[in-house]
């Protein structure tokens, strides 16, 4: 079963993104507040999906560490955002994929299908 960290400051978006993932088969942790570094201890993701803008601290910011960091650089690293032109940023800041929110379920399932498969 593949493992997926996912990462938002919103309640409701993490419980469909984990409700719609863990009906697909895959094992779920979420982080609302953005701090993994004690997930990451314990649960190995196998895909992060992480949230732009987070209350706090910019997804970006924390995209970059993980992409810095040799033990998550290679994890393919899926970026969220309601601002369709975060995509740009995102990508620079090191994210493989991009969503814009709100999402259809069928893209989003093909995205992180994909990601997993590379």
């Known amino acids: 079963m593949k493992k997926i960290l996912a990462i938002d400051d919103d309640e409701a978006i993490l419980e469909v993104v984990k409700f719609i993932l863990e009906e697909n088969d895959y ?24 949230d732009v803008l987070l209350s706090g601290e910019d997804g970006r910011d924390i995209a970059r560490r993980l992409k810095s960091d040799k033990k998550t650089k290679n994890i393919p690293l899926v970026m969220i955002s ?23 379920i069928d893209h989003f399932l093909e995205v992180v299908d994909k990601r997993l498969r590379h």
């Open 82 to 104: 309601a601002h369709p032109s975060a995509n740009v940023s995102a990508k620079a800041a090191g994210a493989d994929e991009f969503i814009a929110k709100p999402f259809e």
């Open 27 to 50: 094992e779920v942790r979420t982080s609302e507040n953005g701090r993994i570094s004690g997930i990451l201890d314990e649960f190995e993701p196998d895909m992060i999906l992480l």
